[in-house]
């Protein structure tokens, strides 16, 4: 169903709002690459941290926990962050947030044992629930009615084109310089982003919250739009929590992958996804985004369980450049909604909420997911991840099953 007629009703923009939109919209760019470097900090660590684990004698079990020990952290303080920021603006928790990820990103270098590291991935994710849940606020913020697809199309754009370079540098630097290599260069890399920000970018409209009757998490939590779209955003990142623990392992240890062509097999396959994500973005603001997200999520997972069939790079590469036909729907379509539930509740809160259901699924996937490895094998573990995929999907298509069509009377987004 198109989407067109009910955006096309909105009335005369208040022109205090537009100004402050452009604003923002100068300060895009900034938001944009503060978010591609911590991504790509992030992701020059993805092929080799479970390799990693693992040298140091971590069992499958204990690799999940090592993975799932950054979400908990970021789980449990990002609601706070989020409130904080609606009243008190985004730009401090954002400079804040950077230079406390790239500083614990050097402590990855001395950790010796799997305790010491999950010690590191602890206080990281702490520092990093300052990062990405705020500045997916900040472009919410910024986003006009019935673009949220669009401008969130481009802030994943960026989000994942660093995810997906990422990979390549780690994975590169791991095989001719070491990991300690790639760590110094995760580091280095997200305290780039804080300078950009903390030089160029201007503040966001500082005090949101303060403008609007405050709204309480229980009155949140009867809001079946955002608990279906907690319930998804968990149960997705469960999978995607296991998977991603574990296809550097299936990869590497199966197939007999070096590191590089790991880096290469996940960079892959999130390039092709950020770059689409500018284009498939703007399906979500023409259609339904209620059936975009259930059906792109349901191919996605499906191709997912077919994974261990892989026999060799090439088989495994394949199969991932298909899923990306899912994942390229979902991902816009999923923060475009959220940017909806922002408009509702305080853009930063209730993107922090939803946040947090993301770090729940990703410290629970990984864990969940190193107890089926050690239980049956690594294969199963992408089995079991579709099928949790698939039961958020349901999950998410029950409770917005009496959804109306997002309002589009205008406004300023802001």
């Known amino acids: 169903m198109s989407r067109n007629a009910s955006a096309s009703a909105s009335p005369t923009p208040d022109p205090e709002a537009a100004q402050k939109r452009q604003r923002l919209v100068r300060g895009f760019p900034v938001v944009a690459f503060s978010t591609f470097a911590a991504m790509l900090g992030l992701g020059v660590v993805a092929p080799i941290l479970p390799l990693y684990a693992r040298d140091m004698g971590a069992t499958g079990l204990w690799i999940g926990i090592i993975f799932g020990s950054y979400s908990v952290s970021r789980a449990a303080l990002m609601p706070f962050f989020g409130w904080l920021s609606d009243r008190r603006g985004r730009k401090f928790f954002l400079s804040i947030g950077l230079i406390a990820c790239g500083i614990v990103s050097f402590g990855y270098i001395f950790a010796s044992d799997p305790i010491l590291l999950t010690l590191v991935r602890i206080l990281h994710g702490a520092a990093s629930a300052m990062v990405i849940p705020i500045a997916n606020a900040w472009v919410g913020e910024m986003a006009p009615l019935g673009e949220e697809g669009k401008w969130m199309g481009y802030f994943n754009t960026a989000f994942f084109v660093g995810f997906g370079v990422g990979p390549i540098i780690g994975g590169t630097l791991a095989d001719h310089l070491g990991m300690s290599a790639s760590f110094t260069a995760m580091g280095t890399i997200t305290l780039l982003g804080f ?85 498939t973005g703007r399906l979500a603001d023409r259609f339904d985004r209620r059936l975009m997200l259930i059906g792109g999520s349901a191919f996605n997972f499906l191709i997912l369980a077919i994974i261990p069939l892989a026999g060799n790079f090439w088989h495994l590469m394949v199969i991932m450049l298909i899923r990306v036909a899912g994942a390229t729907i979902t991902m816009p379509t999923l923060a475009a909604l959220t940017v909806e539930e922002g408009r509702k509740f305080g853009m930063g809160t209730a993107t922090a909420i939803l946040a947090t259901a993301t770090s729940i699924g990703m410290a629970l996937g990984p864990i969940l997911g190193g107890a089926v490895n050690d239980a049956s094998s690594v294969s199963t573990v992408f089995i079991f991840s579709a099928v949790m995929g698939m039961l958020g999907t349901g999950t998410y298509a029950w409770f917005s099953r009496k959804r109306n069509q997002p309002p589009a009377q205008g406004g300023t987004g802001l």
């Open 195 to 279: 300078f950009a920000v903390a030089i160029f970018l201007p503040e966001s409209q500082r005090g949101q919250a303060k403008k609007k009757a405050r709204v309480s998490f229980r009155e949140m939590g009867k809001s079946d739009p955002l608990k279906g779209l907690f319930a998804y955003r968990m149960m997705f990142e469960l999978c995607m929590g296991a998977f991603m623990a574990f296809l550097p392992i299936f990869a590497g240890v199966q197939l007999g992958i070096d590191p590089t062509f790991i880096g290469l097999l996940v960079a892959m396959n999130l390039l092709l996804t950020s770059f689409l994500q500018m284009y």
